[in-house]
């Protein structure tokens, strides 16, 4: 019996349309457009300016506070302006706009390091460059690395735990990654151990992965320190908290943190960034994404530089296709639709969804059945039908004692409802007037 | 018969005196005072519990009202200044007197002028929509559509025009609460001075993109060209991010502003018709009216 979280979840199908695709390389833009605010916390603050020329990797806006993040120019140009862009938010959030140098050679030299397996660095120097090399947790959330990395004393840790889940259909970046760049993560995963003094590692991989499994006990055979957990393939079990629980039985508190359990969670794919930071001084300046749909030509992974509009990305797969409704930025589950396709990828890009009109309509909302289904499936234990309700109602501190501010916003109630009511849009937005309410208490 | 008559009837009548007993010393010993002023206060305002004042309910601004000393920052803006003087002499604490307000809508972007960019398909309330994203239009600054305003007025005065699916404020039922400046995530809604007749002069926009984006967003967006900016005698006008502001304090509703305005998103209501702008059509004469607002 293969293991998994207990509690709900769903089984949507699955639609990996792009899981035997290797990852290409998508062709340098000729413009990007790096947003500040591509991580959770307190956004960037820009450090270059208008006709400033910037090299590849340089840093163009710092950190600004602990729980924030350095990013670097993706490409080698000139910054042409500080503009507005709209982002995946759907708001215009300031943007740098860099002009790639088409005569730059080290813009279009291949990121290709061979395995580098040795880690000189010491820890303390481990979290430093993490931090400085802006990584972020590329599963989609972009909370700052290194933030889970300077554990206080009194935190016991004892486990890593790598997140190859992807529980997202459709997406399949992390698949490929893990199956194309296994013994860089491995090595990654050692660099983590070593900064956290951890002794013990477990990388979760789904069951529709085989292959990815496959390899990671090939090359884990003799180590007795990382094993790989095969799990029942359920949604959502990429998230965090549900994550610890299928492989380590261990209970995350609510309102807590898997640190509060001992362990540390962490993605391939922010895994892979580490590895590239520390064993090859690149910063986070590309990613993986998955740009796939029912109708697309060719959907493909490829690596993305941050900052390039995702209507180039379309244009690589052949082009929007006819009776295209809606795009969305992420996985169908989590993901946000997006205003336009100006919209640039970011460090939290992981999939790029086209749908076509017959699947991307809502239903019409109708009354609620009290059939329980959204009960059923909460992998939180909630009750969705009421928290939507007290939220309708405004009662944010009713919904507050009912724990709506554990809610993961996995979607996972307005999935499964029949009667097609938008229970994930209540509930987010009486979490967000919970949250505040309850900061504002404290 | 009878006696079963006569049973319910003793059991009815003692039981009835026995609970009155209990409640007559309950009532006496656990008597709480309280100050007959609240409840003569209590009467006089206007008992709409809209919050408007900022206390929870008309109860809890009375009880306000007589424990305050000082109750000059103190307002029913639902009353206004008759029930705030009826309030002053009953308490023999001074008011000041506010000059009425009424709550006008900064948007014009009708679905005419306005033109949609993408479709929204989740429950109709702004403030989820506004949480999702910036809207069915390319203006984030603007009216989203979905009435949060109108659900929110207790008094009726508000309604979302069908044609252009903007909310428009009845000016006669209007309190002034404040509750949809508080509903709206845009902050559209302002209070407003009820000036004579209840002419008011505004700047109908919110938008503070450049001029050209602005302009392609909606045809009738403030482009922060400041010509009226440099018309107004009074300096009542501001310039912030693109955006002309006409402050009430200072403007003296001149009109000088609306003419210069190149996309008409200054608004001036229930002034008397100016000079009839003739526009020269084809065939004949078409007459079009200058004055733009219709909540009269």
């Not at chain 1, 959907?299 to 409704?325: A, C, M, Q």
């Not at chain 2, 008992?47 to 307002?75: H, M, Q, R, W, Y």
């Not at chain 2, 002034?271 to 007459?287: C, H, R, Y």
Request: net charge neutral; proline share 6%; hydrophobic share 35%.
């Amino acid at each position: 019996m293969l293991k998994t979280f207990p509690k709900g979840g769903i089984h949507p199908p699955e639609n990996k349309l792009t899981s035997s695709n290797s990852i290409k390389r998508m062709p340098v833009p000729k413009v990007v457009y790096v947003p500040i605010a591509q991580h959770i916390g307190i956004p960037s603050e820009i450090v270059v300016d208008r006709k400033d020329k910037v090299e590849l990797g340089q840093v163009i806006a710092k950190s600004g506070g602990f729980v924030s993040s350095n990013i670097h120019s993706p490409v080698a140009g000139t910054v042409t302006k500080l503009d507005m862009i709209v982002d995946s938010s759907g708001y215009k959030k300031q943007c740098i706009v860099i002009r790639t140098d088409v005569k730059n050679e080290t813009n279009f030299e291949e990121i290709d390091y061979p395995l580098k397996k040795e880690i000189t660095l010491e820890p303390q120097e481990i979290v430093r460059r993490i931090s400085d090399y802006g990584i972020v947790g590329l599963g989609g959330a972009t909370f700052p690395s290194h933030v889970k990395l300077n554990v206080k004393e009194d935190k016991k840790l004892d486990c890593l735990l790598v997140n190859g889940v992807e529980c997202e259909p459709y997406l399949t970046a992390d698949h490929r990654l893990m199956l194309e760049k296994a013994e860089e993560i491995l090595v990654g995963i050692r660099i983590l151990m070593k900064a956290l003094h951890l002794h013990r590692a477990v990388i979760g991989i789904e069951n529709n992965k085989r292959d990815a499994i496959e390899v990671f006990k090939k090359l884990t055979a003799d180590e007795k320190e990382i094993q790989v957990a095969a799990l029942r393939v359920k949604y959502p079990q990429g998230s965090e908290k549900q994550l610890v629980k299928a492989i380590l039985k261990r209970e995350v508190p609510k309102n807590g943190l898997p640190l509060d359990v001992g362990v540390v969670v962490h993605n391939v794919g922010t895994i892979f960034a580490i590895y590239q930071a520390i064993q090859h001084q690149q910063p986070l300046i590309e990613r993986v994404v998955t740009v796939t749909g029912k109708q697309l030509k060719e959907p493909s992974n490829f690596w993305v530089k941050i900052g390039t509009p995702i209507k180039d990305l379309v244009e690589e797969v052949g082009g929007l296709p006819e009776g295209t409704r809606k795009i969305v930025n992420g996985g169908p589950m989590m993901g946000k639709a997006i205003k336009n396709t100006d919209v640039p990828v970011t460090k939290g890009t992981s999939g790029i969804l086209v749908i076509h009109e017959d699947e991307a309509s809502r239903g019409e909302p109708k009354a609620c059945i009290r059939c329980g289904d959204c009960v059923d499936v909460c992998p939180m234990g909630l009750e969705p039908h009421l928290l939507m309700n007290l939220s309708e109602k405004g009662l944010y501190e009713k919904a507050a004692q009912e724990d709506i501010l554990t809610c993961i916003e996995c979607g996972s109630c307005s999935y499964v409802c029949p009667s097609h009511r938008p229970l994930l849009d209540y509930i987010r937005f009486g979490k967000s007037i919970a949250k505040k309410m309850v900061t504002s208490k404290n | 018969m009878t006696d079963s008559i006569l049973n319910s009837v003793f059991l009815l009548t003692s039981l009835g005196g026995v609970t009155g007993m209990v409640l007559f010393i309950v009532s006496k010993k656990f008597y709480v005072y309280e100050d007959p002023l609240i409840a003569e206060i209590e009467d006089v305002l206007p008992a709409a519990n809209c919050a408007g004042c900022g206390s929870p309910g008309c109860k809890a601004f009375a009880e306000k009202l007589v424990a305050t000393e000082d109750i000059s920052g103190l307002f029913c803006p639902v009353g206004g200044n008759e029930v705030m003087k009826t309030v002053s002499e009953i308490l023999g604490k001074e008011v000041v007197e506010q000059d009425p307000t009424v709550a006008v809508v900064r948007c014009q972007g009708g679905c005419d002028v306005r033109p949609k960019t993408t479709e929204y398909q989740g429950p109709k309330s702004c403030a989820i929509s506004a949480m999702i994203y910036s809207g069915e239009t390319d203006c984030q600054y603007g009216c989203l559509g979905d009435g949060d305003c109108v659900a929110v007025c207790k008094f009726d005065a508000m309604y979302m025009d069908e044609a252009t699916g903007l909310p428009v404020v009845i000016t006669d039922k209007c309190t002034s609460c404040g509750m949809c400046v508080d509903a709206c995530p845009r902050d559209i809604i302002e209070m407003r001075p009820k000036h004579k007749r209840d002419l008011k002069i505004f700047v109908g926009c919110l938008n503070e993109d450049k001029g050209g984006i602005a302009k392609k967003a909606c045809a009738v967006a403030c482009i922060g060209c400041s010509k009226c900016f440099d018309v107004c005698p009074k300096e009542a006008i501001t310039m912030v991010n693109n955006l002309a502001y006409i402050d009430p304090e200072y403007c003296t509703l001149c009109r000088k502003c609306v003419p210069v305005c190149p996309t008409e998103s200054i608004i001036e209501t229930n002034f008397p018709k100016k000079k009839v702008k003739k526009v020269e059509v084809d065939k004949g004469i078409e007459v079009k009216s200058v004055n733009l607002m219709n909540d009269a």
